[in-house]
């Protein structure tokens, strides 16, 4: 690891010494290898430029009328290491609840449920009783005294400074001096554009790890997040997949113990997010409430939200776990689903390899 470079934060600002371990990202990857990397004796500093934790594992309100995860709708269990992770969950009193074994398919969206079936295959589907925020929310609540957690803080840059690793960072929602945090060891579990971005801005050379990370694709999707004055009706049990077309996915959130009024969550498909990413709200949803005509009805929105996600999912995830690279500044770690597998059990996997790999070089 190298640093031809100059760091993208005004030299200026004065550097302070974090922690053991700088975590950039407060989403499932970064809350559980914050913990774990605090258990293994670390001292940890957690940022995050959200003004909570989660990042597309969230649930949100829509105009006060009620709450809807805008990002994963469920979540499936194949390894070991993440029922582990699952039963330190229920352990602290998440509501994991499964929810189906199999859901609803259909081939086109204008083809409406007429169409639809729904197959068993019968590998449950978990879902969160109140939304993944409230998963989030317990996992933040039970991080460990060890760990720092500083919302509302976008991370601009890491660089090499003074023979050890700088985070340069900046308030993300409001005016205020950037910083500059040092630590030995840095993990970074932003998609992989973003966090390549931030070691570009640092002047940092991750070498043939950073080219080979940079070769991911990812694929963008549109969130189409919608309050209804009715029930949506879809087939049972409330979640449908779409072959192909310009929408994949739709939820009823009501039906995945999220809220008690009708929602609907409609993740369109990424070639159409692509090619629409950035059109006005108002097109979007126009034009998307249009596709779901056939699905709603008469069915009406009370009131909605688009949500855009440019980095929505990893197309050939790396699925190492972890990646690491060391230098003279001390060693950076880069998490998250594109090393551990696409989807909630992908993130959080790679969160606890990342944190067993970096604990090994804290300790040394």
């Known amino acids: 690891m190298s640093a031809p470079g100059a760091a993208a934060s005004p030299a200026a600002a004065s550097t302070e010494r974090a922690?053991?371990?700088?975590?950039?990202?407060?989403?499932?990857?970064?809350?559980?290898?914050?913990?774990?990397?605090?258990?293994?004796?670390?001292?940890?500093?957690?940022?995050?430029?959200?003004?909570?934790?989660?990042?597309?594992?969230?649930?949100?309100?829509?105009?006060?009328?009620?709450?809807?995860?805008?990002?994963?709708?469920?979540?499936?269990?194949?390894?070991?290491?993440?029922?582990?992770?699952?039963?330190?969950?229920?352990?602290?009193?998440?509501?994991?609840?499964?929810?189906?074994?199999?859901?609803?398919?259909?081939?086109?969206?204008?083809?409406?449920?007429?169409?639809?079936?729904?197959?068993?295959?019968?590998?449950?589907?978990?879902?969160?009783?109140?939304?993944?925020?409230?998963?989030?929310?317990?996992?933040?609540?039970?991080?460990?005294?060890?760990?720092?957690?500083?919302?509302?803080v976008r991370a601009v840059a890491v660089a090499e400074r003074d023979g050890r690793l700088a985070v340069h960072v900046e308030p993300a929602h409001r005016p205020g001096p950037p910083r500059v945090v040092a630590a030995p060891r840095v993990l970074l579990t932003a998609p992989t554009p973003q966090a390549l971005a931030l070691c570009e801005a640092g002047g940092l050379d991750l070498g043939e790890t950073g080219a080979a990370l940079a070769r991911l694709r990812w694929g963008p999707t549109l969130s189409w997040l919608a309050v209804l004055d009715d029930d949506p009706g879809l087939p049972a049990p409330g979640g449908v997949q779409l072959e192909e077309g310009p929408v994949e996915f739709l939820a009823d959130g009501a039906r995945r113990g999220v809220g008690e009024r009708p929602t609907l969550t409609a993740h369109a498909s990424g070639p159409w997010s692509?090619?629409?990413?950035?059109?006005?709200?108002?097109?979007?949803?126009?034009?998307?409430?249009?596709?779901?005509?056939?699905?709603?009805g008469a069915t009406q929105p009370l009131a909605w939200r688009l949500k855009r996600w440019r980095y929505a999912r990893p197309l050939d995830p790396w699925q190492a776990g972890t990646a690491r690279v060391d230098g003279g500044g001390g060693s950076l770690a880069l998490a998250g689903d594109a090393l551990g597998g696409a989807a909630i059990e992908g993130a959080c996997t790679s969160g606890l390899a990342s944190a067993e790999d970096l604990a090994d070089v804290v300790q040394g």
């Open 19 to 152: 922690a053991d371990v700088v975590v950039v990202g407060a989403g499932l990857a970064g809350l559980i290898a914050a913990r774990r990397l605090a258990e293994e004796g670390a001292q940890v500093l957690l940022v995050d430029k959200g003004r909570r934790p989660g990042g597309r594992a969230s649930t949100r309100r829509v105009a006060d009328l009620g709450r809807i995860d805008q990002g994963p709708q469920f979540f499936t269990v194949r390894s070991e290491a993440f029922a582990g992770e699952v039963d330190r969950w229920r352990a602290l009193g998440v509501p994991v609840v499964e929810w189906s074994r199999g859901h609803a398919r259909a081939r086109h969206v204008a083809e409406g449920p007429e169409g639809a079936i729904t197959p068993a295959d019968g590998h449950p589907r978990y879902v969160i009783e109140g939304g993944f925020g409230t998963l989030t929310l317990a996992l933040t609540r039970a991080l460990p005294a060890a760990v720092t957690l500083q919302p509302a």
């Open 274 to 296: 692509l090619a629409r990413f950035d059109a006005p709200d108002a097109v979007v949803a126009d034009r998307l409430q249009a596709l779901l005509r056939p699905w709603l």
